[in-house]
Every structure is written in C-alpha cells, then in structure tokens.
C-alpha cells in the first residue's frame, strides 16, 4: 500500500504525518506500507519511521549516479538518506516533465542498480481509453520499458497502473476495468517472463483511490495493491486505505 505525496507537505508537517500514522497502521502486517513525499522531506520522513514497519520511497529518481545534471537527485543520494523505494515514470512526469519510455527505462535501471526497488508506472490517456488504445498502449510502454530488463532485474520491480484519466480526478476506475488492465499487464509479463514471474510480480493501481472504493478494488484478485495520492496526505484517510 503506497502514498505519493507528489508536491505537498513540509518536513514539519511529515512529522506531524507520521507522529499521527504510525499508531494507526503499527500492527497492519498484510500489506508493505512505503510513502513517498518529495525529495525535501525524505531525511525526516526517515528519521519519523524508524522502527516501524512503514518505509520511505522516493517520486523519481536520477539515471546517474552523479555529474551535471541540474535538479536531478541520484540513486545513491537517496540510499544514503535510507529511502527503500522509487516511483518512475508517473503519467505526471511523463506528461509535464517530458519523461518518455526511454527515460522511464533509464531510471528503472538506475533504481535497480543503487538497490532501490522501482515502482514503474503504465497506464493509458482519457483519448487513448476512449480510442480504443488502452491496450497498444500497455504494450508500447511494456515492450519499451519492462521488457528491456532481466529476469532478474525484472523480480524486483513492483508495477503500478494508472490510467491517467483516474488520476486526481475523483475517476476511479471501476474494479472490473482496473483488473481487466491489470490482466493485460500480467499477460505481457507471462508471454517475456514466464508464468512464474506473472504470478509473483505485484501489479498496484492508482488513481483517486479513497478509502470508500479502496475495499472493492482489492477485492479483485488482480489487484495486489493501490498508490494513493490525494488521499495519502491525511493520516486518518491512509491508514483506512491501508487498513482496508
Ligand atoms: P490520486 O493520485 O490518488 O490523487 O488520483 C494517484 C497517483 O497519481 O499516484
């Protein structure tokens, strides 16, 4: 079950997050909790979750390991702050940010190679659902990114989808339409990785998920978990969507 924070909270208020949080979810042992607020807050997000079962992921991550790249922060920046965990490749990167199946693939790899575990991002646009894409578009961002990487580089990565069109915007997507992407995914990792590495490999959903839907989207077997914006920001609400 995972937060993203995206632009939001100072590192006062992290703390007041998590002094609120922690007591709520301190015995949720069915689930792997990780929150990621922005780069600001990860030093004392770390230091709020010390000892509990709850850990700190990162919104992006830099493809290098160091060097000229101007408001990048890199894979061992963020180990050495003791962040566990990176998104790569939200739709809002890729759609303000200009981050395409390339860069995506870049800092997948990055994450992987500092030791970070990637949660990559897939998912489709209002028009390219309502054309009909939905799924060229699963396999073009797949085949471009997932794809490239090795069986074993490939065990250690978490999937999330997130139809665009869902995200912030009160839209979930149904449970029978978020499982049927979702089964899409798995088809595509079962025909590169194999029947072993589709069943284990764990697909969450995002996408104005709220702890009112939250109990009909995993009741979906598809469904492993869920990356929660809004609705990550306020202790109270995450820890019903976690305690689900
Ligand atoms: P939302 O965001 O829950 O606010 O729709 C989800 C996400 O972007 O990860």
Redesign the pocket.
């Known amino acids: 079950m995972s937060g993203?924070w995206?632009m939001y909270k100072t590192p006062a208020e992290t703390i007041a997050f998590f002094e609120k949080f922690r007591p709520l979810v301190e015995k949720s042992e069915h689930c792997e909790i990780v929150i990621c607020p922005p780069f600001t807050n990860l030093a004392a997000a770390v230091g709020a979750v010390q000892g509990s079962n709850i850990r700190i992921g990162a919104q992006n991550i830099g493809w290098a390991k160091e060097g000229a790249f101007t408001g990048e922060i890199s894979g061992p920046m963020l180990k050495a702050v003791g962040v566990t965990h990176t998104i790569v490749g939200?739709?809002?990167r890729r759609q303000y940010f200009g981050e395409t199946d390339e860069t995506v693939l870049q800092r997948t790899r990055a994450a992987l190679e500092f030791g970070l575990s990637p949660i990559v991002c897939v998912g489709e646009r209002l028009e390219e659902r309502e054309g009909g894409a939905t799924e060229a578009v699963l396999a073009r961002q797949f085949q471009k990114g997932i794809a490239e990487l090795s069986e074993q580089q490939f065990a250690k990565i978490v999937i999330?989808y997130?139809p665009v069109w869902?995200?912030?915007?009160g839209k979930t997507a149904t449970p029978d339409i978020a499982a049927g992407a979702h089964r899409t995914i798995r088809a595509q990792v079962r025909d590169k990785f194999g029947k072993d590495a589709a069943d284990a490999v764990r697909i969450l959903y995002?996408?104005?998920?709220s702890p009112e839907n939250v109990k009909a989207l995993m009741a979906q077997p598809e469904i492993d978990g869920v990356?929660?914006?809004?609705?990550s920001l306020d202790a109270l609400s995450f820890a019903s969507i976690v305690n689900f």
Do not use: F, P, R
């Not at 869902?166 to 915007?169: C, H, L, P």
């Not at 995002?206 to 998920?209: D, L, N, Q, R, Y």
């Not at 990356?227 to 609705?231: D, P, Y």
């Open positions: 993203n995206k939200h739709s809002e999330a997130e869902a995200i912030g915007t995002g996408g104005s998920v990356l929660v914006g809004g609705k």
